[in-house]
Structure formats: C-alpha cells, structure tokens
C-alpha cells in the first residue's frame, strides 16, 4: 500500500513570498490532517477535513495560511506571505477511520526554510 | 488538553528491553493513549494505543497503571533502528469525534551499539 506523499521535500522562500505544499493521502482515507513542526517540538495540529470538509482549524494562522481540500483526496496547504517563524517541517497524515480507528499515517514533510 | 509527561532523553544499549514511562495524571475516563515515534528526518508513525488494559503488537507494549494515571511503552529487544523520538499523547478530550492528537516533546531515545 502507497503511504502518503507529500511535495515538495524541501522548500526555501524568502519572507513575504508564497508557498504552496501539496498532500496526498493513502487511497481511501477519509480524514487528512496538516501539522506543523517547528525544530525541537512536537508535530501541531493546524487543519482538519474529513472528506472535503473542515473539522477544526482552531490553530490555523488563518490571515496568512490556507488550505483546501478538493473532491475530499489531495489537499494543499498554502502560506501567503511568508514570515521568518513560518519556518518548519509541514506534515499531512491521513487516517482510515474504520479498520484502524485510531491509527493516523504520516507523510514525509516538506521542510520549508523562510530567509 | 490532557498533559502528559515524559523525560527528555533516554539511553539504552542495543538488543536490551527499554522501558519509556509517561506520566499522565489529568487524564479522563475516556482518553485512551496513544504512542507515536518518529525517527530522524521521517514523520511520525504509530506503535501502539490502549484505554485500560495492557496492550501488546509487532512493534511494543503498552503497559497501564491501575489509575492510568502513568503508562510505560516496552521495547522488548531495542535495536538502532529503535532510536527515535517517542511521544506519548491523550486524545484530545474536547473534540471526542475529531481524533485529535496533541503532541508533546517527547523522548529522545539514543540506542547504543
């Protein structure tokens, strides 16, 4: 089975700039998550959707940071503008919700570094 | 949210049983605990979770004080491959259906050849 893909791996910008991640989760997933990782800290939730909906996005910057999930499958997560502190490894993870209830699947990240 | 607690760092050598305690004493009735790893420059990835009684899988085991108020995750037979940072985490008690997991800092587990 596929894992979750997520794209770009790294990413450098300057501050200001846009930046777009793009997820993919596993094949029938129903929930997809976004984290945020800032070196040294645990993973932060910012976005929820089940399907294409959003479940809780309580910690979504949400005047600079975005993110859409189309047709309840891929999701990209967007940062418009840019701050130096935005600086840190973008996770998604996906969960199958009826198997492995519990169980969330991780992606790779995207290491994003703001000059 | 729940808090857990668990020491920065831990070492043990390779091919011994390591133990990782976490303390979580706010923990409510219906919070079941979770354990994720994540090894160097990977994402997270789940071990293991529990509720009340002991668990076992492939990877570990989860063993429950009677309070739950602490539990341990055993390694049984560590190897490199083990080191990893080791977060132990609550379900987020507020938003029940939203399979919402706050992670803390974790352990840092060093495994020595």
């Known amino acids: 089975e596929a894992g979750v893909a997520q794209s770009p791996r790294y990413k450098i910008i300057e501050k200001r700039q846009s930046v777009a991640f793009w997820c993919n989760p596993i094949s029938g997933h129903a929930t997809l998550y976004w984290y945020q990782q800032i070196l040294g800290q645990g993973p932060k939730l910012l976005i929820q959707f089940q399907n294409n909906g959003v479940v809780d996005d309580s910690q979504l910057p949400k005047d600079r940071f975005s993110a859409e999930r189309l047709k309840g499958v891929d999701s990209t997560l967007k940062i418009q503008p840019a701050k130096l502190e935005d600086s840190a490894v973008y996770l998604c993870?996906?969960?199958?919700?009826?198997?492995?209830?519990?169980?969330?699947?991780f992606g790779p990240g995207t290491r994003l570094t703001v000059t | 949210d729940a808090k857990t607690t668990q020491p920065n760092s831990m070492e043990s050598n390779e091919e011994e049983p390591v133990h990782l305690p976490c303390n979580h004493s706010t923990i409510s009735g219906t919070d079941y605990i979770h354990w994720y790893r994540q090894l160097p420059s990977q994402g997270p990835e789940y071990v293991i979770h529990g509720l009340t009684s002991n668990v076992n899988n492939r990877m570990a085991s989860l063993a429950i004080a009677e309070d739950r108020k602490s539990s341990t995750l055993i390694l049984h037979r560590a190897t490199l491959r083990d080191a990893a940072v080791y977060y132990c985490?609550?379900?987020?008690?507020?938003?029940?259906?939203?399979?919402?997991?706050?992670f803390g800092q974790g352990t840092r587990l060093t495994i020595n050849p």
């Open positions: 985490i609550l379900r987020d008690p507020i938003i029940q259906g939203a399979q919402k997991l706050v």
């Open positions: 993870a996906s969960r199958e919700g009826r198997v492995s209830p519990y169980e969330q699947y």
